[in-house]
């Protein structure tokens, strides 16, 4: 098979789609040896990154790159495909989308389309008008012209059949992430934050509203009326949109004790991570959770939402007291509470408990999963005429 594979989201600042559309080719790439992947740099008209460069995802000898436009010539040529379309885009049998765009023009060509979340779409206040009407007509114009969906979580799945329940379920199938951080994964102290193991408070996550920043940073607040000093807050998570947390930070007086990282390598981020006390997540939407699995794969314990998918991540157990309700500041500051009353070896054991959990998330077994669904879809009919 010739597999077109959208890699439009795997730049130098990706986040979570990047993140999951990179682990999974650069797996194929290094254990498919059967079929050809043609890596697309720009795909669709939502989603540009003029810095996208896919030269060490081609490095693989199955691997190589598809046509690479400017954002003008991306835009006509995705928007508007022309008789010789799937010529251009190298004869694929199969197209992967990865970035909520849905291409039209594939006649011959199955297409595979990667579910994230409907945040766009259960709660509009989270994000621009532009960026939810774009993943709006993504995700919908995949529900009638997609041969197969890839869910990346159980809770994704239901809650796309929940708003599409036209699309045949059994066309859709459910692949988790993995974390890229393991035992060997190189590691470096940031260098603008004086940090000790065990003795600081980890958010990880685009300075966007659905990430809850506001009520974090009060459940710190809180916590640091009750119990007079704590650990430092270390926010890491590149700009987005709509969330302006430096004056958040202004209005709780607490300047001295947020040290806001920005985006950062993956190097000071494995380091962040295996040394924090724990990871505060509690989103108000996710579609799986990419840095809760994450903080576990390098031994800490996290702090998540009751909702969205965190339940299939999280062990059972003493892990469900840090289950918190995202809309409660106080509910977060309790777990925060529990987890500052305990000794930096009780947090090793808990974090060992969570890295053993994490390890059942495998990129190999991800992308094998991955290949029986090309196989499965190459050779049936085209799902929509």
């Not at 594979?5 to 990047?18: N, R």
């Not at 299939?312 to 500051?333: A, H, N, R, T, Y």
């Not at 925060?336 to 890295?355: F, K, N, T, W, Y």
Request: glycine letters at 8%; one cysteine or more.
């Amino acid at each position: 098979m010739r597999i077109g594979f959208d890699a439009s989201q795997t730049g130098l600042s990706k986040a979570g789609c990047g993140f999951y559309a990179e682990g999974l080719v650069r797996t194929l790439g290094a254990c498919d040896g059967d079929n050809e992947y043609i890596l697309y740099p720009t795909f669709g008209d939502h989603f540009y990154d003029p810095q996208i460069c896919c030269d060490e995802l081609a490095n693989f000898r199955n691997v190589r790159m598809g046509p690479h436009h400017g954002h003008a010539e991306a835009k006509r040529f995705w928007t508007h495909p022309g008789a010789a379309f799937e010529s251009e885009l190298g004869k694929p049998d199969i197209v992967h989308a990865n970035n909520f765009f849905a291409p039209r023009g594939l006649a011959h060509a199955r297409l595979v389309f990667t579910l994230y979340d409907l945040s766009f779409f259960e709660n509009w206040s989270w994000t621009t008008e532009a960026n939810r009407t774009g993943c709006f007509e993504g995700v919908f114009r995949a529900s009638v012209s997609a041969d197969w969906l890839v869910a990346i979580s159980q809770y994704t799945k239901e809650r796309f059949m929940h708003t599409f329940p036209h699309y045949p379920e059994d066309r859709i199938s459910v692949i988790y992430p993995a974390s890229r951080f393991g035992d060997g994964h190189p590691e470096k102290e940031p260098s603008s934050a004086k940090l000790e193991r065990r003795k600081f408070w980890l958010c990880v996550g685009t300075l966007e509203p659905r990430k809850n920043y506001p009520a974090i940073l009060a459940a710190y607040a809180e916590l640091r009326k009750r119990v007079g000093s704590t650990h430092p807050l270390v926010i890491v998570g590149g700009a987005g949109w709509m969330m302006n947390i430096e004056a958040e930070i202004r209005k709780l007086k607490l300047g001295g004790s947020v040290a806001l990282l920005g985006y950062t390598g993956d190097a000071v981020l494995c380091w962040l991570y295996r040394n924090a006390a724990c990871l505060v997540f509690p989103s108000l939407y996710e579609g799986f959770g990419m840095p809760v699995l994450e903080a576990m794969s390098c031994g800490s314990p996290a702090i998540a939402a009751t909702g969205s998918a965190f339940r299939e991540i999280v062990p059972d157990g003493e892990f469900s007291q840090l289950l918190v309700d995202p809309l409660d500041p106080f509910s977060i500051c309790d777990a925060m509470q529990l987890v500052h009353r305990m000794p930096p070896a009780h947090l090793d054991s808990l974090g060992e408990i969570a890295r053993k959990r994490a390890q059942e998330f495998s990129w190999s077994r991800s992308a094998r999963s991955m290949l029986e669904i090309y196989r499965r879809v190459a050779g049936s009919p085209k799902l929509f005429g």
